[in-house]
């Protein structure tokens, strides 16, 4: 298997970590190249115990995984996850820094941190002093370049094949300074739209946000994410959950979409409670503004009033044909995405990039038959079904609507966002291999009798171009469309 695309990931924290360690710790963690691989004990501790403690896109690993555009997303830990129900002691402690190889200088810091905006704004500066310094990698010299247009990807790639060109986006609007009832303080309206406009002025301002993360931002509700293990028992959700738009939501919403003071921030939906959801999408639609799923993951279910869903708030892993909720589940439906809304994504010319996190994309069966594989190639063609089934999904979703089937679809793993990798696809690195898998299974539902595609213009495309299109053209596509 040698065919490879070069890759786009809507998704993933790749300075995370190295910011994290820059505040104490060894100085080579500290540099956005540092690259810990997975051996046997890692990967054991992640099919044990969900712990991801290693790199997944570092530059390196995203070098290696022909990982050609990166969206990197900068994110503050939320107050909530550093001061939660075990409060901010040396077990809670202990337990986040096991979870997020942050180091406990920089869990000390968020702690005390009175101010998001600022965190932000030193984590955009650590990004961009990186950008443009060689890296030796596999033998050949590598770099990063932070991009702000379509245009400067375009003349990057062109100039060299050995550079990666990274898209800044922003996870969460509390970033301007809100959701820190923890620090009592409420947000402060005049604040919070000056930081919008600030923002919009960088050199390299974010193509896009998630508006909502997992705790009340004072702006909108968010979606349940942690409703098992010890994420349940230690991590607090409930104010304003499942919630809409707050006034101030509003404000803030109107001022990242508003153009007199700059580009245009799109808006990213994952995280956002369905009410949320419905409302943005409805706003959207006014102006034709692209709908964004950076990094989701399908439900199977039609839409808010599925019947199926009725009364159970947090069920929904996909059951074993990988297509329909698991009634009984205890893993959150909410956080992922109703069959109206991938026709929403569609029709607004936007694109769906696909989580790779098995709490998100597996059922309880599934990941159970699969995580006995030992076999590297079972492994991986296993696991890549969890991602081909979101693919095929989507496309029977709008193919029964007389839509294109393949235009949504794209990548945006959520590497080092805490994410508990599919077997095998431990990091970027692993990209190509998926690419490779995915072709097998396109070839496969193509050529069967039993896909139940409609229309002859989604039954006949050629399985290598779908591929393409899922992990490089579609999100090329949407660039070229909106990154103007």
Not at 90 to 103: E, H, I, K, N, Y
Not at 288 to 304: D, E, F, K, Q, T
Not at 402 to 426: E, F, K, M, R
Request: with cysteine.
């Amino acid at each position: 298997m040698t065919r490879h695309t070069d890759i786009i990931d809507l998704h993933c924290h790749s300075i995370m970590k190295p910011f994290g360690k820059s505040f104490g710790g060894p100085a080579k963690r500290a540099d956005p190249w540092f690259r810990d691989k997975p051996g046997l004990w890692e990967k054991a501790q992640n099919k044990v115990a969900k712990l991801t403690r290693f790199t997944q896109s570092d530059m390196a690993s995203l070098a290696l995984g022909n990982v050609r555009v990166a969206f990197v997303s900068l994110y503050p830990l939320e107050k909530g996850f550093v001061i939660n129900k075990q409060g901010h002691g040396t077990v809670s402690d202990s337990g986040l820094d096991l979870a997020t190889c942050l180091g406990q200088p920089r869990i000390d810091h968020l702690q005390a941190m009175p101010d998001y905006f600022k965190d932000l704004n030193a984590e955009y500066r650590f990004l961009c002093a990186g950008a443009d310094k060689p890296h030796r990698v596999d033998g050949h010299n590598w770099t990063y370049r932070v991009v702000s247009s379509i245009a400067q990807v375009d003349t990057a790639l062109l100039e060299s094949p050995t550079t990666i060109c990274v898209v800044p986006t922003i996870e969460g609007a509390q970033v301007f300074n809100s959701g820190l009832l923890l620090m009592n303080r409420l947000a402060n309206e005049q604040e919070l739209l000056a930081n919008v406009r600030e923002v919009k002025g960088w050199e390299h301002p974010p193509f896009f946000m998630t508006f909502a993360h997992h705790f009340d931002n004072e702006l909108c509700g968010h979606a349940l994410a942690f409703d098992q293990g010890i994420q349940r028992e230690q991590l607090d959700q409930r104010s304003r959950l499942g919630e809409g738009f707050t006034p101030l939501g509003w404000k803030v919403l109107e001022e990242m979409l508003g153009t007199d003071s700059g580009r245009r921030i799109l808006i990213d939906i994952k995280h956002m409670s369905p009410l949320a959801r419905r409302q943005y999408i409805a706003r959207a639609a006014q102006d034709a503004i692209p709908l964004i799923v950076s990094h989701g993951a399908v439900n199977g279910a039609s839409s808010m009033e599925d019947p199926r869903h009725a009364n159970q708030p947090t069920a929904g892993r996909f059951s074993a044909t990988g297509l329909l909720p698991q009634l009984g589940s205890k893993h959150p439906v909410s956080i992922n995405f109703y069959d109206d809304e991938l026709i929403a994504i569609a029709r607004s010319q936007g694109i769906f990039g696909m989580q790779m996190d098995e709490r998100r994309i597996g059922s309880d069966d599934w990941l159970r038959k699969g995580s006995g594989r030992l076999e590297r190639r079972k492994a991986l063609f296993y696991s890549s079904q969890l991602i081909w089934n979101q693919i095929q999904h989507m496309a029977e979703v709008l193919d029964a609507q007389g839509l294109s089937a393949w235009d949504i679809q794209a990548i945006g793993t959520d590497h080092d966002g805490i994410v508990d990798p599919p077997n095998g696809y431990w990091s970027a690195v692993d990209l190509n291999d998926l690419d490779d898998y995915l072709l097998m299974h396109a070839h496969n539902y193509l050529r069967s009798d039993g896909n139940s595609l409609r229309n002859s213009f989604n039954r006949g495309i050629d399985p290598e171009l779908l591929v393409d299109k899922v992990m490089h053209g579609n999100a090329m596509a949407f660039m070229r469309r909106w990154f103007v």
